[in-house]
């Protein structure tokens, strides 16, 4: 019998790429996005098919499971990729803002968990795979927002790992560094009169470091391995540049690293 993920956020990027590779693999794929006319392309593909899920509505994610469900027969892998980034200087945020941040970040990867965990349960096997990225293990300039939700995601989900060991579930975390892909592009950017000259330099630096990235394809490859690992591995590097990253982050004084970071993401900008 076929296996069967559910992934957030496929219309684009990271979950796009997921859900060719699956569906190029054998697998039955249940693309979930708020927005079906944006998975066109994916429904025409074998394997796979679309379904409404918006991670702050949670009648929209027991309707798009249960549909998935029937249609398969089970979900044996869900994935939960959908986020967003808000960049810019703190104080430049609302509470409004704020809030959006962790909905979508934080609270929908609860949301679609919780509604998951009883079918897992049930079959007694299960997988969920996290998009967390760098930036869970790691901060950077300006994306302290987006940064404290991918923490509480890896926080969240480095202790839900024992509660659920039993029932043979297994969390894996797919942490990817800059990648090239529609996530770049809808990165929210708001500055703030008092940060403006640190800020849109920083920012600018920061966008720069993904023309020389990586694709969609490659974080998907990871997924893959993750999902087909038949361990308890929590966390995995989705790019090279995050692998080597973290070993920098490991390897040196907080000082030393701290420094790196800012000597790369302050840089004066060449006119």
């Known amino acids: 019998m076929k296996k069967t993920i559910l992934i957030t956020g496929a219309s684009t990027g990271m979950g796009e790429a997921t859900a060719k590779l699956f569906a190029a693999n054998g697998w039955n794929v249940a693309a979930t996005m708020r927005d079906l006319k944006q998975g066109a392309e994916l ?15 949670t009648e929209s994610i027991d309707l798009a499971i249960k549909s998935a469900i029937a249609d398969f027969g089970t979900i044996d892998v869900l994935y939960n990729n959908a986020g967003y980034a808000l960049a810019g200087p703190f104080e430049a945020f609302s509470a409004a803002d704020v809030q959006k941040q962790f909905d ?28 967390t990225s760098s930036g869970g293990i790691i901060t950077f300039p300006l994306y302290s927002l987006y940064n404290s939700t991918k923490w ?11 509660e659920l060991k039993s029932f043979n579930i297994k969390i894996k975390n797919i942490e990817p560094g800059t990648v090239k892909s529609e996530f770049e592009k809808n990165i929210n950017f708001t500055t703030h009169p008092a940060y403006d000259a640190y800020a849109k330099k920083v920012q600018k630096n920061t966008l720069d470091g993904y023309k020389n990235a990586p694709t969609a394809d490659v974080v998907a490859k990871v997924a893959f391995k993750a999902a087909n690992d038949d361990n308890y591995r929590l966390r995995y590097a989705g790019t090279q540049q995050a692998g080597f990253v973290f070993f920098l982050r490991w390897l040196l004084p907080f000082k030393w690293y701290n420094g790196m970071i800012t000597s790369s993401m302050e840089k004066e900008i060449k006119k």
Do not use: C, W
């Open 104 to 131: 979508t970040n934080v609270f929908g990867v609860m949301n679609v968990t919780r509604a998951i965990l009883p079918h897992f349960r049930a079959k007694n096997s299960g997988t969920i795979l996290n998009t």
């Open 152 to 162: 509480a995601v890896e926080g969240f989900m480095e202790a839900l790992q024992f």
């Open 43 to 57: 429904s025409k593909i074998d394997g796979i098919k679309t379904y409404v899920l918006d991670v702050q509505n």
